[in-house]
């Protein structure tokens, strides 16, 4: 049996933001996913961890 250590979540986004978003994701092969979490993850002060 395996342990879910992420959850899914739905949000919205201007869609200027979002194609922002997904160009950088495209440009740097890095899921928007992961990008979202470290950007989150940064404003609320937890640091860089994204495991």
């Given at each position: 049996m395996s342990?879910?250590?992420r959850e899914m979540f739905t949000?919205?986004?201007s869609?200027?933001?979002k194609q922002e978003l997904k160009g950088y994701s495209d440009?740097?092969?890095i899921?928007?996913?992961k990008l979202v979490?470290?950007?989150i993850s940064e404003y609320?002060?937890?640091g860089t961890k994204t495991n």
């Amino acid at each position: 049996m395996s342990v879910r250590r992420r959850e899914m979540f739905t949000t919205t986004l201007s869609k200027d933001l979002k194609q922002e978003l997904k160009g950088y994701s495209d440009r740097t092969m890095i899921p928007m996913s992961k990008l979202v979490e470290k950007a989150i993850s940064e404003y609320l002060g937890k640091g860089t961890k994204t495991n």
